[in-house]
């Protein structure tokens, strides 16, 4: 039932069809004559606007069309999506994502979720309370601090809830009614942002120490109220905030954080696909990791509990890791260390054999030569870390070196692909953070994977919302990244992708929800879920983008 009509009706996103209303509902609802008459099904929208899309001068231009199209006729935006997702991927997320926050100022048309700043921190409830409001199920949030490898965007950032809802959809299927992109805007440090004439934001110096905590607190608090069954997803917020506040509410609303959690669970999901590739195990691995932040130390974290699951103390799976900060590994007693950080930093007894040239700040290359790696994985946002002596040298010990330069955007690499082909003689298995193209080698064409959150999150959420979760736990995203491994087209054939095609994306998600939806069950958090029909449930709740026929209430 629609109780609107007319140009009300064909402003609404959710309930718009554009030229695909019947002649029947253009009667009832007073549309005559505010459409051209031909009436279009919804296959001829998507082939209109897919001609359109592709005449486009480049991917800024495409990004803001589809942004545009969302929001005036989201079922016909989703249609696009889920049918091209490959295509589609680029855009409405990394790397272009990154580029369209950039620039958000400059394209903004019209408000897309809540913008939330300080001087309204009495009225979050009130803002939040609007009915329009009541049916939402997933929450994606940031402050805008830490954009991909780009950082401080300011109210730019709004454009990562809007793109990863997007694929919480488009993926996943969750409805896009019941999702709510929302921008923590506490001002910027971005200097340029604040004094340029068309900058959107609350032009302040970014919000810091307790006023930023009770910021944070209030809305928090103002969520749990108004959705107690929520899934609250933190994205791109600062490194050393994005750790903490995950630890400080993980354990009082439904809530993880992607950046730490989803990328920790494909980064994973992939490795396990790699060494079950290379006939090892994954407990047998020796991983440098460059980058010890959230993200990177995320990854570490939940790599420790797989190998724990699969027969090591957690001493001796800690043991296999090294991490590099700013300063080079990661040593006990520095000043420096986060708490995070804290359990793999390795005491300087290790060390004290190794020819370097300090003590202090032990580099990438001097650790690889020490270590001799099976695996090299880059969080860090350094373009080149990567380099060829340190490749090469890894590549002398390991037949088959697992090299995964993870930092987005494409600009922020630590590694070219091709590059790392060259230098290993085509041995190297790779996982990338932003699309690459394929890499001629010895004759064929290596197919280079894109490590994607998009593998993981989507169906975090789709389990989550259909097992009505009380928490997100770690062993929730191992349940995600073990299922991911399943679908590995290397399992059958040691030559094929670490992970399934972009375009089986909603597969994949269905295949994470069930996974999800079990352990969260097996955990004791999801007490109303019939395990017996997880998958007939999680795939009852995915949302299609079709029409549906009209009445008019009253």
């Not at 793109?163 to 200097?191: C, E, F, H, W």
């Not at 230098?423 to 064409?445: D, K, L, M, Q």
């Not at 490590?451 to 959420?461: A, H, K, L, Q, T």
Request: proline share 6%; net charge neutral; aromatic share 8%.
């Amino acid at each position: 039932m629609v109780d609107r009509s007319g140009y009300e009706l064909l402003t609404n996103p959710i309930l718009n069809k554009g030229t695909a209303f019947t002649e029947h509902e253009r009667d009832v609802f007073e549309l005559h004559g505010l459409l051209p008459p031909h009436v279009a099904s919804l296959d001829q929208q998507v082939q209109r606007r897919i001609t359109a899309f592709r005449e486009l001068p480049d991917d800024l231009a495409r990004y803001v069309f589809l942004r545009g199209l969302q929001d005036i006729n989201e079922t016909l935006h989703y249609a696009l999506l889920t049918r091209h997702l490959e295509e589609m991927l680029p855009i409405v997320y990394t790397p272009t994502v990154g580029l369209g926050c950039q620039k958000f100022s400059q394209v903004f048309r019209r408000p897309r979720g809540l913008f939330l700043s300080p001087p309204y921190k009495d009225q979050i409830g009130k803002i939040l309370g609007q009915r329009r409001f009541d049916n939402v199920q997933v929450i994606v949030v940031t402050d805008g601090e830490r954009i991909l490898g780009l950082g401080d965007q300011g109210a730019g950032g709004m454009g990562i809830p809007i793109g990863k809802l997007s694929l919480y959809t488009a993926a996943g299927g969750i409805d896009p009614s019941r999702t709510l992109p929302i921008m923590l805007d506490v001002g910027t440090d971005n200097q340029a942002r604040r004094e340029d004439p068309l900058y959107i934001g609350w032009r302040h110096e970014r919000l810091r120490g307790p006023d930023y905590d009770d910021f944070v607190e209030a809305f928090v608090d103002a969520v749990a109220k108004r959705w107690p069954h929520v899934l609250l997803q933190f994205e791109d917020f600062a490194g050393p905030n994005a750790a903490r506040l995950l630890e400080r509410y993980r354990d009082r609303l439904c809530t993880f954080n992607d950046d730490i959690q989803g990328t920790a669970a494909v980064v994973c999901g992939a490795l396990l696909s790699a060494v079950r590739a290379a006939g090892q195990t994954l407990k047998e691995q020796r991983i440098v990791m460059a980058g010890s932040g959230g993200a990177g130390s995320g990854i570490a974290s939940l790599l420790v509990k797989a190998m724990v699951q699969d027969g090591l103390s957690e001493d001796e799976a800690r043991r296999r890791f090294y991490l590099l900060g700013s300063r080079g590994l990661l040593l006990e007693g520095s000043n420096r260390l986060q708490p995070y950080q804290v359990p793999f930093a390795h005491t300087r007894e290790h060390v004290a054999g190794w020819t370097v040239e300090s003590r202090e700040a032990i580099s990438l290359e001097e650790v690889v030569r020490h270590v001799k790696p099976t695996m090299l994985i880059g969080t860090s946002g350094q373009t080149g870390l990567f380099s060829e002596t340190v490749v090469r040298e890894m590549a002398k010990h390991v037949a088959r070196p697992v090299v995964f330069p993870l930092s987005n955007p494409t600009s922020q690499s630590e590694a070219v692909p091709a590059d790392v082909m060259a230098w290993t003689e085509g041995r190297a298995v790779i996982g990338t953070g932003s699309p690459f193209a394929p890499v001629p080698v010895n004759g064929r064409t290596v197919h280079i994977d894109q490590v994607n959150n998009s593998y993981i999150f989507p169906g975090m959420g789709l389990g989550i919302v259909t097992a009505r979760a009380r928490r997100v736990t770690d062993t929730m995203f191992l349940a995600a990244a073990r299922a991911l491994a399943d679908l590995s087209p290397a399992r059958s054939d040691p030559t094929g992708t670490l992970l399934p095609p972009v375009s089986a994306l909603r597969e994949v998600s269905a295949k994470v929800g069930v996974a999800v939806a079990l352990q969260a069950y097996e955990e004791g958090l999801a007490p109303g879920l019939d395990p017996a029909r997880a998958d007939e449930l999680v795939r009852e709740q995915m949302w299609e983008p079709r029409y549906e026929s009209y009445r008019r209430a009253g």
